[in-house]
């Protein structure tokens, strides 16, 4: 059951009375020097500044409000379109339907990107795209559009030393990592104020049992822990590497690693942060782990078998379900599980797994649990779901959708 954000009468109400204390006891600088917390004035505007605002910059932090949790409105779904090479390679950008689910292209897409882009990953507010390519080793950075879906390069590329698998972004936007499809390592960037990047040496190297590189990054919701899928040679076990942020410089600590099975390519953490999926594209199966929410180590839980080359997973926001994408050649199918509340194991939802089409690689979901899409690289498409209360995918009409060559990421944005 979807938690009612907090009422907003009683969120009036508080502004109503928390006005005259302002009023008179402000001083001419108003908000922007009070940050010593001793002070009367520095409640008064933090108060006043997260009444009005589902989260604000106060005293250089970014501070989420309590009074305000609002469900974001699914508005745009971004995908990657790998191509054969240059000419065939651009990011499709689909408005959605938040009602029925269903998405048409905006006006312009797809948008010409000829480096091969591969994943996407974008800011809180909706509005500035990062992108890794495999063309030529880079993040290319993109304005958004909130209203039209439109985008436009915001800088030039920043090539990087290896080749980058995926993104990710930490939650409180100070820090962007990439991983390498090359080598055990990940890379490291600041964000600046206009959304540039400056690269951080050294990269961060990973602890691959055996060689092999690094699949998807993924940060829990507090942006404490960085969690790394590892892949390995063939043949031999790999699983997921914990990171310790240090928000104050971007510097990751490894915990430890947790061995899974051969090429732990995906991993998914569920919203409540309490559990973590590692999926392993060789062999075909997936791990859950109990998380300790504080030290963010992990606890390993019973395995279940997936389809064939698993490559995505995600947790649906309701933390009810996991989904994974099995991505093989010449099929298509994403297995479905309900999540045990109290230690996170897994079972097949009835029906599971579901067909798609071909080589399904990229998962997303919107906001509210309602639907789920997936980028087809074979297939050349998007396939949609509405989501039962069960887990049930059922497919949406008007699907599959065409997309460019090769589509790899799929991302939803909402605001």
Known sequence: MIRKPFDKHWRNFL??????????????????NHCDPNQSSYLQNLTLLLGVSESAYFCGNLIQSPFLNKIKIPRFIIVTNVGLDAAT??????????????????????????????????????????????????????????????LSLKHPDLVLSSTPYSLALDPNGKYLYASSEQNPEIHRMAIGSNDNLTILSPAMP??????????????????????????????????IQVFSLDPSTGNLSSINVYITGINNLS????PNGKFV???????????????????GTLSIQTSISAGVAPGYTIVDPLNRFVYVANSGTGQGTISAYLIEPSNGTLTPVNGSPFSTGFSPIGLCTDPRGKFLYSSNTEGGNISGFSVGENGVLTPLSGFPVTAGTNPFSIEMVSY
């Open 267 to 270: 991993l998914g953490i569920s």
């Open 206 to 239: 990973t602890s691959n049992p055996s060689g092999g590189s690094v699949g998807r990054l993924s940060f829990d919701s507090k942006g404490n822990h960085l969690y790394v899928g590892l892949t390995s040679a063939p043949g031999n076990n790999a699983g």
């Open 89 to 150: 390679s651009s990011i499709s950008v689909f408005r959605i339907n938040p009602n029925t689910g269903e998405i048409s292209q905006v006006s312009g897409s797809p948008f010409q990107l000829s480096n091969r882009p591969r994943f996407t990953v974008t800011n809180s507010t909706g509005t500035v795209v990062y992108v890794p390519n495999i063309g030529n080793k880079s993040v290319s950075v993109l304005n958004l559009n909130p209203e039209t879906g439109s």
């Open 15 to 32: 502004f109503i009375c928390l006005i005259p204390i302002f009023v008179f006891q402000c001083r001419p600088n108003g908000l922007k």
């Open 277 to 295: 999926y590692g999926s392993n594209y060789s062999s075909e199966n997936v791990f859950p782990f109990v998380r300790d929410i504080n030290s």
